[in-house]
């Protein structure tokens, strides 16, 4: 399971597995969690900066919606196999 480090509002780090990466219209997104025991699933969207690397960007709740949608049926799919 890949694993990224981010930097909370108070500049602590926390590690996070990386669940899924996943795309709605052309938008890539990743879902993230911290404890394997009791995960809970972050939606982040993934986009470029002018150099073209990936940062991790917060998403308003219309856009989480669409997003936590696309990542449940994504689970569905791959429960089903």
């Known amino acids: 399971m890949e694993k990224i480090k981010l930097y909370d509002e108070n ?3 926390v590690e996070f597995f990386v669940d899924a990466k ?3 219209e052309d938008i ?3 879902a993230l969690y911290t404890d394997e025991e009791n995960p809970e699933v972050y939606i ?7 150099n073209g690397d990936e940062l991790l ?3 308003d709740d219309d856009e989480l919606e669409v ?3 696309a990542y449940e049926e994504l689970l ?6």
Do not use: N, P, Q, T
């Open 11 to 13: 500049d602590k780090e």
């Open 57 to 59: 960007a917060g998403i």
């Open 22 to 24: 996943f795309s709605v």
């Open 28 to 30: 890539d997104y990743v």
């Open 44 to 50: 982040l969207k993934i986009i470029e900066d002018e």
């Open 76 to 81: 569905d799919e791959l429960d089903g196999e």
């Open 67 to 69: 997003a936590s949608k």
